[in-house]
């Protein structure tokens, strides 16, 4: 009688400090080494562990034990199912072997926690005030034990003690997390928000990243979309073991465990654009991985769409100074910022009618295609390299006839250096606006294909040139404007006839005396008289007031 009060006398004294223990103090550490020693001490055992739920509640882990294995915190692991603590927690009730542990089914050897020494083991559970499992203690003595039910009594009481101080400790880490969290989340906010290029943000954010997550290592990885690939473009810390890129399908899941170490990858996207993505190794924080990649594609996809404005800008203001032939370092300077190589063969494009679709079509010709596009039309510097400009020709006709584009594209014949590549500029435009007296005004037209017009649509194009012949027979297009007549057709086509009235007419399906009388007007409205006028003169003038007329609605901006 006197020895059963002298043991619950004591046990009252180790609940009284355990109580003292776990209310003196928050954080968890302390909570956890001052339970070990006073379970210790209480039940006169040998060993003592406390073993705490992770976050996904599928392995027990070390937090805390008596010495000599003290060391062992964060490094023993319990898969689930896995020793008498897995079979304590999951049946809510403590469990107990007598002697020869070692040969209980139940037990789970672990050579670092000298198991082989200990006959006896208890395991107690812990779960918190709503019923959830939190972890479990076990105690382990040397010499074979039958604990007494006063025992069982003062352990499951000290481990209800112990899992109330255990959620309150672990309630306030987690707050004091969380403010941290924010606290550094808001830092990096404000550190992307002023960042104005990737190379500023890319380190700021693997930095801070790897800083949050608690990773060891941080990779951001982003898309090359000629490749469709992901390049490693920063690191932290910047070592030489990252794969430099990975495939799209490579990324693999979310959150990476079982025998390898902690991972998370999380995709970077901005709207339903996919950017790249976060690496993180030695961490499983995916929702703070998740926070942080959303904040970094927000960050990246303003950079880039600042970028290339700047860049549409810089090719507006070079393909302006090539086309007219301003020399000077200028160009040079510009030409090599935007990876533009003067010395090499390229080819220069005017379009007008032009679509997304076409645009990307052009840019996909060459890899430092160069486009300036305003609306529907668009100019374009695509290096010609080892394809060749025939094969570059055949390739924009499969692209226009792909698309079914709408689309008149005129081509310049292949230029090297910026002087050449000013008459390139002039080139294409004479290209596309002959594609339209060629017949060709949906499709694709080389320089060198169009002829005598080559040399025709320079003398259209100087606005101040001046001929009577020209000017008489302009006066027909503003007739046939005004009267919905076919005069300058008629003309043009009685040339082309060489004069003959019976085919004349035959091709334009009217009477020759319908002819007759539209020749008569042609001859009062320019005083040309067919009789007398050279025939040749005037062929050419209906051809430049054809050209010049086309110029209107077929040259791209300049």
Same mark, same amino acid.
């Given at each position: 009688?006197?020895?059963?009060?002298?043991?619950?006398?004591?046990?009252?004294?180790?609940?009284?400090?355990?109580?003292?223990?776990?209310?003196?103090?928050?954080?968890?550490?302390?909570?956890?080494?001052?339970?070990?020693?006073?379970?210790?001490?209480?039940?006169?055992?040998?060993?003592?562990?406390?073993?705490?739920?992770?976050?996904?509640?599928?392995?027990?882990?070390?937090?805390?034990?008596?010495?000599?294995?003290?060391?062992?915190?964060?490094?023993?692991v319990?898969?689930?199912?896995?020793?008498?603590?897995?079979?304590?927690?999951?049946?809510?009730?403590?469990?107990?072997i007598?002697?020869?542990?070692?040969?209980?089914?139940?037990?789970k050897?672990?050579?670092?926690?000298?198991?082989?020494?200990? /006959?006896?083991?208890?395991?107690?559970?812990?779960?918190?005030?709503?019923?959830?499992?939190i972890?479990?203690?076990?105690?382990?003595?040397?010499?074979?034990?039958?604990?007494?039910?006063?025992?069982?009594? @003062?352990?499951?009481a000290?481990?209800?003690?112990?899992?109330?101080?255990?959620?309150?400790?672990?309630?306030?880490?987690?707050?004091?997390?969380?403010?941290?969290?924010?606290?550094?989340?808001?830092?990096?906010?404000?550190?992307?928000?002023?960042?104005?290029?990737?190379?500023?943000?890319?380190?700021?954010?693997?930095?801070?990243?790897?800083?949050?997550?608690g990773?060891?290592?941080?990779?951001?990885?982003?898309?090359?979309?000629?490749?469709?690939?992901?390049?490693?473009?920063?690191?932290?810390?910047?070592?030489?073991?990252?794969p430099?890129?990975?495939g799209?399908?490579?990324?693999?899941?979310?959150?990476?465990?079982?025998?390898?170490?902690?991972?998370?990858?999380?995709?970077?996207?901005?709207?339903?654009?996919?950017?790249?993505?976060?690496?993180?190794?030695?961490?499983?924080?995916?929702?703070?991985?998740?926070?942080?990649?959303?904040?970094?594609?927000?960050?990246i996809?303003?950079? /880039?769409?600042?970028?290339?404005?700047?860049?549409?800008?810089?090719?507006?203001?070079?393909?302006?100074?090539?086309?007219?032939?301003?020399?000077?370092?200028?160009?040079?300077?510009?030409?090599?910022?935007?990876?533009?190589?003067?010395?090499?063969?390229?080819?220069?494009?005017?379009?007008?009618?032009?679509?997304?679709?076409?645009?990307?079509?052009?840019?996909?010709?060459?890899?430092?295609?160069?486009?300036?596009?305003?609306?529907?039309?668009?100019?374009?510097?695509?290096p010609?390299?080892?394809?060749?400009?025939?094969?570059?020709?055949?390739?924009?006709?499969?692209?226009?006839?792909?698309?079914?584009?709408?689309?008149?594209?005129?081509?310049?014949?292949v230029?090297?250096?910026?002087?050449?590549?000013?008459?390139? @500029?002039?080139?294409?435009?004479?290209?596309?606006?002959?594609?339209?007296?060629?017949?060709?005004?949906?499709?694709?037209?080389?320089?060198?294909?169009?002829?005598?017009?080559?040399?025709?649509?320079?003398?259209?194009m100087?606005?101040?040139?001046?001929?009577?012949?020209?000017?008489?027979?302009?006066?027909?297009?503003?007739?046939?404007?005004?009267?919905?007549?076919?005069?300058?057709?008629?003309?043009?086509?009685?040339?082309?006839?060489?004069?003959?009235?019976?085919?004349?007419?035959?091709?334009?399906?009217?009477?020759?005396?319908?002819?007759?009388?539209?020749?008569?007007?042609?001859?009062?409205?320019?005083?040309?008289d067919?009789?007398?006028?050279?025939?040749l003169?005037?062929?050419?003038?209906?051809?430049?007031?054809?050209?010049?007329?086309?110029?209107?609605?077929?040259?791209?901006?300049?």
């Open positions: 009688m006197i020895a059963r009060q002298t043991t619950a006398a004591v046990e009252g004294r180790f609940l009284r400090e355990i109580v003292s223990a776990v209310g003196s103090t928050l954080d968890l550490e302390e909570v956890l080494e001052g339970v070990v020693r006073l379970l210790s001490d209480g039940s006169a055992v040998h060993a003592c562990f406390v073993y705490l739920l992770d976050r996904d509640g599928k392995r027990l882990v070390l937090r805390a034990a008596s010495a000599p294995y003290a060391h062992l915190a964060g490094r023993i319990l898969k689930r199912g896995e020793g008498l603590a897995w079979w304590a927690l999951t049946r809510r009730r403590a469990a107990f007598r002697d020869h542990a070692l040969d209980d089914p139940r037990m050897y672990v050579p670092e926690l000298e198991e082989e020494r200990f /006959q006896s083991l208890v395991a107690v559970p812990l779960h918190g005030k709503r019923g959830e499992p972890g479990a203690i076990t105690l382990d003595t040397e010499a074979p034990r039958e604990f007494s039910d006063s025992e069982v009594e @003062f352990l499951v000290s481990a209800s003690l112990v899992a109330g101080a255990i959620e309150n400790a672990r309630l306030y880490d987690e707050t004091r997390q969380r403010v941290g969290e924010l606290e550094q989340l808001t830092e990096l906010a404000e550190a992307v928000a002023v960042a104005e290029t990737l190379d500023a943000l890319g380190p700021e954010v693997a930095r801070r990243a790897r800083e949050l997550l990773a060891d290592s941080v990779r951001l990885y982003l898309r090359d979309s000629e490749e469709e690939r992901l390049q490693c473009r920063f690191a932290d810390p910047d070592g030489n073991d990252e430099r890129s990975i799209l399908s490579e990324l693999g899941p979310e959150v990476g465990r079982g025998n390898r170490a902690a991972r998370v990858a999380v995709s970077l996207v901005a709207g339903d654009e996919l950017l790249g993505a976060l690496v993180a190794e030695g961490t499983r924080e995916l929702d703070l991985a998740r926070t942080v990649a959303n904040q970094a594609a927000v960050a996809k303003k950079i /880039q769409v600042l970028e290339r404005l700047t860049e549409k800008n810089l090719i507006k203001d070079f393909f302006e100074e090539l086309a007219e032939r301003r020399p000077g370092e200028a160009i040079e300077s510009r030409a090599k910022r935007l990876g533009c190589d003067l010395g090499a063969p390229h080819l220069v494009l005017a379009a007008v009618r032009v679509d997304d679709a076409l645009e990307h079509g052009v840019a996909s010709l060459a890899r430092a295609t160069l486009i300036d596009r305003r609306d529907e039309s668009l100019r374009a510097l695509v010609v390299g080892a394809v060749g400009a025939a094969r570059l020709l055949d390739d924009l006709r499969r692209i226009h006839a792909d698309f079914g584009s709408d689309a008149a594209i005129g081509v310049s014949s230029c090297i250096g910026a002087d050449a590549l000013g008459q390139g @500029f002039e080139e294409a435009r004479h290209a596309l606006a002959g594609a339209a007296l060629m017949r060709r005004d949906r499709g694709v037209l080389g320089y060198e294909e169009l002829g005598a017009y080559k040399y025709l649509l320079r003398i259209a100087e606005a101040g040139a001046r001929d009577a012949t020209i000017d008489a027979v302009a006066k027909l297009v503003d007739y046939d404007r005004e009267r919905g007549s076919a005069l300058l057709a008629t003309l043009e086509e009685f040339l082309g006839r060489r004069g003959n009235i019976s085919a004349t007419s035959d091709a334009l399906f009217v009477h020759p005396n319908t002819l007759r009388q539209r020749l008569r007007r042609i001859g009062d409205l320019t005083g040309i067919l009789r007398r006028d050279d025939w003169m005037v062929e050419i003038a209906v051809k430049l007031v054809r050209l010049r007329s086309a110029l209107g609605g077929a040259e791209p901006h300049t």
